[in-house]
């Protein structure tokens, strides 16, 4: 009898098919340990695993995504819980109010989801204008309602769950439902962020949830519930995407953004409600370097495409064999790194903004990466001077009408690294912009304690439609598009074999690109591992002039670049970068020291 029930069952599977979820171990999650999390730099082991590795930036959320796989998850779902649990312990990067960039390879093919943030439909490119048509400073701009953009993080995470989950959706959100209710102990790098950031004191709900009666931020080590985001989880766990794009949760975001003392945003309810009908799926950009091919995202993030340019463009350069001296970059190498950084962020400042809004230069984001076109930029370097301001070129072969966009700040973000059992991965990037974003709250309208930050992502826009010469501007704000990024979420591939190699990616604003780029050439040019590869020095270059990480080059490097005419910048770096390889036996992870991330696995 138990046998003809097993064969009825396999029939009926091969006839009907079988629910994955079904399947698998119901997820019980359990709150780990919480050991104090030192500041700062912290030097990071690696970590080596044979079955599958969960790399995030706090550790709360790593062991969340380990449970999730552990309970027999794909590393989408693991991704999923990972960012709603970054959403309450890391709140001033990333969560459920802002965007995000996920990679995801199935074993044969790279997908691609774009929840990136939208402009309201009422905002204009005169958007961050003053009354005399000065644009804001930087900092008031942040500071409003009127930088908040649509949050797309929930529906990327639906989406991609829906194509490539396994476990169901409800069971993802248990992790964060219950560290919400229960507390989690505030990590040291929250603690000195939200002590140093006197505008979330302004706004109420943030007043009233981080900070005591004195107006101090509640000391690291702290329990902190958060029932406010609790209950909009649970609500998104059980009802779906409705739960936050439309009601209360909706409602209260808007009347928060709408109602700011000083600077009102434009965003309605009709804005938010519209997103989950966007188009969230999108193509991959994939493209050859030595023997690798690295998977990244299209416009409007202009990561993959700098990343790539400044790869090629050193292609083409000659070169001395040594790069690194004592684990340091060699003056030679970083000049020629700057020198190709230039080139590309002058391309990127004229021609990367959101396709559904301008057309790529000759009508192919590819003409910007082909090997022609990296050959005539590298030309403009020299070996014994900096070029300066680097102009943008001509790819494609035709004239661009657009102005070039000026440097702007960007910060904060996140990344989350998965290789699960089965060999699946995800690089996903996610943010809320700045430290705490808008620096306003919501409590999705619950009356309770807490809620999630909103992004301040409108301000990855050009401030000003316009440049000095009048030209408009590309990355200009316009009704339903989306701001410029410079997320570079990036899968490694043998171009050979197409065999996955690695998957890394970082925050850091514009310097994602040269973290991502760094690590990058860290494993696959220098030899290093994942953690040798993201410790070593951060360095950038944003066509102003470069940026060296304080406390690691030494004054021989620093004079042999001012010889060259660079007038170096040393300041602190902080990235945030999370790699996982994979090795002959299993997989190898590293997480940055600058901040307090883990790798977890089996």
Known sequence: MRLSLIYIFLFTCLIFGCDRAAQHETVRYVIPDQPELATGYTPKPGWATSEFAVAAANPLAADAGYQIIKAGGSAVDAAIAIQLVLTLVEPQSSGIGGGAFLLFWDGEQVHAYNGRETAPSSASENLFLDENGNSLPYSEAVRSGLSVGVPGTLALLKKAHEEHGILPWKELFEPAIVLSEQGFRISPRLHSLLDSDDALRNDAIARAFYFDEYGDPYPAGYNLKNPALA???RNVSEQGLPAFYQGKVAE?????????????????????????????????????????RICGFPP?????????QILGIMENLDQSETALRDSIPTAEWLHNFFEASKLAFADRNKYVADPL??????????HLLASGYLTKRAALISTTQTMGLAAPGIPGGEQSFFGSQGNQPERGTSHISVIDREGRAVSMTTTIESGFGSRIMSNGGTGLSGGFPLNNELTDFS???????????????EPGKRPRSSMSPSLVFDNESGRLLATVGSPGGAAII????KSIIGMFDWGLNAQEAIDLPNFADFNSAPVLEEGYFPASVISALEELGHEVIIRPMTSGLQAIQVTGDGYFGGADPRREGIVMGE
Request: charged share 20%; glycine share 6%.
């Open 357 to 366: 809004f301008v057309d790529s230069p000759g009508g192919d984001w590819q």
């Open 463 to 477: 401030l000003t439609p316009i440049d000095e010469d009048g030209s408009l501007i590309a990355n200009r704000v």
């Open 514 to 517: 040269h973290y991502t780029a």
């Open 300 to 308: 409007p993030s202009s990561g993959h495409i700098a990343i790539m």
């Open 252 to 292: 209260d975001i808007v009347y928060r953004v709408q109602n700011h003392p000083e600077r009102p945003g434009v965003m309605t309810v009709d804005d938010i409600v519209l997103y989950p009908t966007l188009k969230l799926q999108t193509d991959t950009m994939c493209n050859d370097w030595k023997s690798y």
């Open 231 to 233: 209950h909009i989880l």
